[in-house]
């Protein structure tokens, strides 16, 4: 029995939940202008970073009284960062719903030894936000890369709390609205929603934040690429490009390309929008698939960038063997590259949906899918 294959095949088959697909538009050769062999201290590399960060405040709406830097070590610097820095002043809630976020509750329980009040939830569900405690400081990952659940918005968040918030938004942010007066710390990487390289990350403090960072010292000791405070004051440098330490210029010039990119897809409106749009099409497919699932449970929390689907067809003997061949299929017919579940999360896909991933590629892909699908029920039933 042969199974016809589409017709069609994307023209990027880049579906990475990280590093995620370049933008559309892009080719080494727009980072010609990039200040290679030159000093990240000379006016030439200052100018790069300062335009890099006063681009983001531009496009995220970041307030102007909130400080935008460029650490070292991606989204996970700049989460650590914030978490050595600045917890320990108060009780501490963490919440998690899948690795990334678990991997901060490992943070602060073991490594930190805080007593924090952690609050976990399985894949594919969140935990009770109504529940939340403001009066400590609150951890969380805005969306859950590696299970596809994000928070349905920042209604949960008290505007008049007494903690801080600290949020990984490293897969949301360019993607989703961040609601910045409930957002205390906000990290992300370049590497994520806008296409970037890795090894980059980006620190958003509110004035509340400062406030603590200079009013606190915390009992541990502090690496110097965790250190944004010197004598008690904010080392303002590194929140106008005066980086801790060295950065890529071609990191530098490939993010103020991918800005670019995004003001001419109508910022973050744009940017939203797109994204939406390649998450609603995979949600589509599952509504007119029974044998597939989004992992998200409530479609309210149902992220609209790394969108992870589980197999339900209940003649699949071996889950995680038959997402695996199912992604290995894709794979070697370059229809879809990098869409296996992440290796800590449940048996399934998981599909990069962010704006620089063109929606005629999603939907070229998908019936790839389906026809996957159906060669290894076939492929599974002739090896039983
Ligand atoms: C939610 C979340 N947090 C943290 C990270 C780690 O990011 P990085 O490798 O850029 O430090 C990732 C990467 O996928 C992520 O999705």
């Known amino acids: 029995m042969t199974i016809d294959q589409p017709a069609t095949r994307p023209v990027n088959p880049r579906f990475s939940s990280g590093p995620c697909a370049k933008p559309p538009v892009f080719d080494v050769s727009k980072l010609a202008g990039a200040a290679l062999g030159r000093s990240h201290r000379a006016a030439i590399g200052k100018d790069k970073l300062k335009a890099a960060i006063e681009g983001t405040r531009e496009i995220l709406g970041i307030p102007a009284d909130y400080r935008i830097g460029i650490v070292p070590a991606s989204d996970t610097g700049a989460v650590e960062m914030a978490l050595w820095s600045l917890l320990g002043a108060r009780k501490v809630e963490m919440l998690a719903w899948e690795s990334f976020g678990a991997g901060w509750v490992t943070d602060v329980v073991k490594q930190l030894k805080l007593d924090a009040e952690v609050k976990t939830a399985e894949y594919g569900q969140i935990v009770d936000l109504a529940s939340v405690d403001f009066d400590k400081d609150v951890v969380f990952t805005w969306n859950g890369t590696t299970s596809g659940v994000r928070v349905p918005n920042g209604d949960w968040i008290a505007a008049d709390r007494q903690g801080l918030t600290i949020c990984d938004a490293t897969s949301a942010a360019f993607a989703m609205d961040l609601p910045w007066d409930k957002l205390d710390v906000t990290t992300f990487s370049w590497q994520k929603v806008l296409g970037g390289e890795a090894a980059h990350g980006m620190i958003v403090l509110s004035p509340r934040a400062v406030e603590r960072l200079e009013s606190y010292t915390p009992a541990w000791p502090l690496p110097k690429i965790f250190r944004m405070t010197k004598g008690g004051k904010l080392i303002e440098g590194i929140f106008k490009g005066e980086t801790i330490n060295t950065p890529s210029m071609l990191a530098v010039e490939d993010y103020l390309f991918a800005l670019d990119w995004a003001r001419s897809v109508g910022g973050l409106d744009g940017l939203i929008a797109r994204a939406d749009a390649n998450a609603q099409a995979i949600f589509d497919f599952c509504e007119a698939h029974d044998w597939i699932a989004n992992l ?30 199912v992604a290995k299929r894709l794979e070697a017919e370059g229809v879809a590259l990098d869409i296996g579940a992440y290796r800590d999360a449940p048996a399934g896909l998981r599909i990069w949906c962010g704006g620089t991933v063109e929606t005629s590629d999603v939907a070229a892909m998908l019936p790839w899918l389906a026809w996957a699908f159906k060669v290894e029920i076939v492929a599974q039933a002739q090896a039983a």
């Open 296 to 325: 998200a449970e409530d479609a309210a929390t149902r992220s609209n960038t790394s969108v992870c689907l589980k197999f339900t067809d209940a003649r699949i003997q071996d889950g995680a063997a038959f997402a695996k061949a």
